[in-house]
């Protein structure tokens, strides 16, 4: 079974990466999310990855699907979770980006050179620039 799986950057102030798992276009199924960030609102902090961004269509300037399977994006949320969980959030060192590069990579997806995907955007579109031939098309592509 596979799952359709969201990259977004989210427009606003500060800039985030957010990721949404669901269900194939054309299937039912429950959408979840996945993110990480400040407890309280500071470039350093405790860090939260309890974010679930599944219930909120964000302002985006960018986004990247891919259908990956399930049992893969399964081991890789628990793997970045488990990862991430009670840890500092440092803007820029260990931050939305850095969670979602590494939920990324343990996906299987290409993801570059960190320096390069520092920020939501870029690192949104480097994903897709990477896996060109694993992106899922839709409105937006």
Known sequence: MDELVTFYSEAGYPPHVSIRIGPLP??????????????KRAPV???DTD???SKVAPAYDSKVSFKLSTQMVTAAEQSTRAAFHD????LVVRDCVSFAR????RCGLKVG???FTWF???????LREMNADRVVKDEDS
């Open 87 to 90: 840890e500092a959030y440092i």
């Open 120 to 126: 939501p955007g870029s690192f949104v579109r480097g």
């Open 45 to 47: 902090g405790k860090g």
């Open 113 to 115: 050179l960190q320096g």
């Open 51 to 53: 974010h679930d961004t």
């Open 26 to 39: 054309g299937h039912n199924g429950e959408v979840r999310g996945l993110g990480f960030g400040p407890v």
């Open 102 to 105: 590494y939920f990324a990579e």
